[in-house]
């Protein structure tokens, strides 16, 4: 069989790119997860997620790992320069066809059921919230926001697959790529079969991470020098009362700090207002995440804290560096991820049960999460920057550096492996494209649609 386009990877970046192609093109999306209709866990959403589905339906799957997110869609504001740096590292882009291209993908979402509320929006607040953060050395990044919601986010990935499949797109899934093989013009994939394509775009987001190093290596692949990097940290856990004054300004703010002791770069990432902490399964390994709903409600608000750790020669390996420490991690927990009190980690001692339940302001959403000390398999320098990251963070949002604030671990983001591709999203290869996280480009839902979009048009002729 033969296609115009194939697309490996049904993420945001590669449902855009087929939106864009559909009608227009013969186009093909191959997905190694299930169908969106199809991506439900067995266990209790609200609890955790369990290891019995391989692939995971949490990390794979049509929509991609943000489709079972609580789908925050993040925006550049115009009227503030730093929040082009969110979402990707699209300098390499002209600014005013990354707006375009952003509108694009907010009126999409639009069209096929994504709410009307905007956040970010009251500048008025937002310059509160700068000068508040500024006050404390502390940038704030003010955005514009979407909030769909993980309750209501399948909805709408299944409204943009019916587009799709009405407008001859093919979506393939549980349909694992073994090969790509572009001197050939084939992918192969594990049950044998092999499919023909003049243009090929690699969409396989973080969880196809490692398998795009394999194949970038073997088929050379050109890889950018700024590729050594990697965002450890943890998930944070508070009353959501501490945070409600600027959860209600800007859905899910962003923080950046750099730290006193070690001058290192962290930031707050993907907070889940009134949400639950989240269990992901990667085979030998398991990561926390967040996610709330439009609907249902807890107590609590988390967020992620990440720092940015950059590695110099002859290091080559942050990605498995990144998974050593999952691995550790995990391995501490019997298989689970570990959960501490800030004020454990102070005293330098492992949680407990008695001491999460005594722990009176917040209870652990991830109940199968296991009390332990996070300093056991985090290098002290991250230790010390998510300490530092807190008590900084404290100045702005009064009580997130509280005794019982909970950390879980571990929290890891594997977007290493950066491609080299141009503004036209094509690799060293000018009929493969790379887009969306797996390859480094983009960060969430929002920047990997576009990249998506950018590569379609370029496939089009209409850049």
Same mark, same amino acid.
């Given at each position: 069989?033969?296609?115009?386009?194939?697309?490996?990877?049904?993420?945001?970046?590669?449902?855009?790119?087929?939106?864009?192609?559909?009608?227009?093109?013969?186009?093909?999306?191959?997905?190694?997860?299930?169908?969106?209709?199809?991506?439900?866990?067995?266990?209790?959403?609200?609890?955790?997620?369990?290891?019995?589905?391989?692939?995971?339906?949490?990390?794979?799957?049509?929509?991609?790992?943000?489709?079972?997110?609580?789908?925050?869609?993040?925006?550049?504001?115009?009227?503030?320069?730093?929040?082009?740096?969110?979402?990707?590292?699209?300098?390499?882009?002209?600014?005013?066809?990354?707006?375009?291209?952003?509108?694009?993908?907010?009126?999409?979402?639009?069209?096929?059921?994504?709410?009307? =509320?905007?956040?970010?929006?009251? =500048?008025?607040?937002?310059?509160?919230?700068?000068?508040?953060?500024?006050?404390?050395?502390?940038?704030?990044?003010?955005?514009?926001?979407?909030?769909?919601?993980?309750? =209501?986010?399948?909805?709408?990935?299944?409204?943009?697959?019916?587009?799709?499949?009405?407008?001859?797109? =093919?979506?393939?899934?549980?349909?694992?790529?073994?090969?790509?093989?572009?001197?050939?013009?084939?992918?192969?994939?594990?049950?044998?079969?092999?499919?023909?394509?003049?243009?090929?775009?690699?969409?396989?987001?973080?969880?196809?991470?490692?398998?795009?190093?394999?194949?970038?290596?073997?088929?050379?692949?050109?890889?950018?020098?700024?590729?050594?990097?990697?965002?450890?940290?943890?998930?944070?856990?508070?009353?959501?009362?501490?945070?409600?004054?600027?959860?209600?300004?800007?859905?899910?703010?962003?923080?950046?700090?750099?730290?006193?002791?070690?001058?290192?770069?962290?930031?707050?990432?993907?907070?889940?207002?009134?949400?639950?902490?989240?269990?992901?399964?990667?085979?030998?390994?398991?990561?926390?995440?967040?996610?709330?709903?439009?609907? +249902?409600?807890?107590?609590?608000?988390?967020?992620?804290?990440?720092?940015?750790?950059?590695?110099?020669?002859?290091?080559?390996?942050?990605?498995?560096?990144?998974?050593?420490?999952?691995?550790?991690?995990?391995?501490?927990?019997?298989?689970?991820?570990?959960?501490?009190?800030?004020?454990?980690?102070?005293?330098?001692?492992?949680?407990?049960?008695?001491?999460?339940?005594?722990?009176?302001?917040?209870?652990?959403?991830?109940?199968?999460?296991?009390?332990?000390?996070?300093?056991?398999?985090?290098?002290?320098?991250?230790?010390?920057?998510?300490?530092?990251?807190? +008590?900084?963070?404290?100045?702005?949002?009064?009580?997130?550096?509280?005794?019982?604030?909970?950390?879980?671990?571990?929290?890891?983001?594997?977007?290493?492996?950066?491609?080299?591709?141009?503004?036209?999203?094509?690799?060293?290869?000018?009929?493969?494209?790379?887009?969306?996280?797996?390859?480094?480009?983009?960060?969430?839902?929002?920047?990997?649609?576009?990249?998506?979009?950018?590569?379609?048009?370029?496939?089009?002729?209409?850049?």
């Amino acid at each position: 069989m033969k296609y115009d386009v194939i697309i490996i990877g049904a993420g945001p970046g590669g449902m855009f790119a087929a939106y864009k192609l559909a009608g227009k093109l013969k186009v093909a999306i191959f997905e190694m997860g299930r169908s969106i209709s199809k991506r439900k866990c067995p266990s209790d959403l609200s609890e955790s997620y369990c290891t019995k589905c391989k692939p995971c339906n949490i990390t794979y799957g049509v929509g991609g790992a943000g489709g079972l997110s609580d789908g925050k869609l993040n925006y550049v504001n115009p009227n503030y320069p730093s929040s082009f740096t969110v979402g990707g590292d699209f300098e390499f882009i002209n600014e005013k066809y990354l707006m375009e291209k952003m509108e694009e993908v907010d009126n999409i979402f639009l069209k096929h059921g994504a709410p009307d =509320e905007l956040y970010g929006v009251d =500048e008025d607040k937002i310059d509160y919230l700068l000068k508040k953060a500024n006050a404390a050395g502390i940038e704030f990044v003010p955005l514009k926001q979407r909030h769909v919601g993980s309750d =209501e986010l399948p909805k709408v990935i299944k409204s943009i697959v019916k587009y799709l499949k009405k407008n001859g797109v =093919e979506i393939f899934t549980r349909k694992t790529v073994v090969d790509i093989n572009p001197r050939e013009k084939k992918i192969k994939t594990k049950d044998g079969k092999e499919y023909e394509y003049e243009y090929l775009i690699i969409g396989v987001g973080r969880g196809g991470s490692k398998w795009l190093e394999k194949w970038a290596n073997e088929y050379n692949l050109a890889v950018s020098e700024d590729s050594k990097a990697i965002d450890v940290g943890v998930r944070v856990e508070v009353p959501a009362s501490i945070m409600d004054e600027i959860t209600s300004i800007i859905y899910d703010p962003k923080l950046r700090i750099v730290t006193k002791k070690h001058d290192d770069y962290l930031r707050t990432f993907c907070t889940c207002p009134k949400g639950w902490v989240i269990r992901e399964d990667y085979g030998d390994f398991c990561l926390v995440n967040g996610h709330s709903k439009a609907k +249902e409600k807890t107590n609590n608000t988390n967020f992620a804290l990440l720092g940015h750790y950059k590695f110099t020669e002859p290091f080559e390996q942050p990605n498995e560096w990144g998974r050593d420490l999952a691995r550790i991690t995990t391995k501490l927990g019997g298989g689970n991820p570990i959960i501490q009190r800030l004020k454990d980690l102070r005293l330098g001692r492992r949680s407990t049960q008695a001491r999460i339940k005594h722990n009176i302001l917040v209870q652990p959403t991830l109940k199968t999460a296991i009390p332990g000390d996070i300093s056991l398999a985090y290098p002290g320098r991250v230790i010390d920057d998510i300490m530092d990251a807190l +008590e900084s963070l404290n100045n702005v949002i009064p009580g997130v550096a509280d005794d019982s604030t909970l950390l879980y671990a571990p929290e890891i983001k594997f977007y290493s492996l950066k491609l080299k591709v141009n503004e036209k999203m094509q690799t060293n290869i000018p009929y493969v494209y790379a887009i969306g996280d797996g390859a480094g480009i983009s960060r969430g839902i929002v920047g990997a649609a576009v990249t998506g979009l950018i590569a379609a048009e370029s496939i089009l002729g209409i850049i």
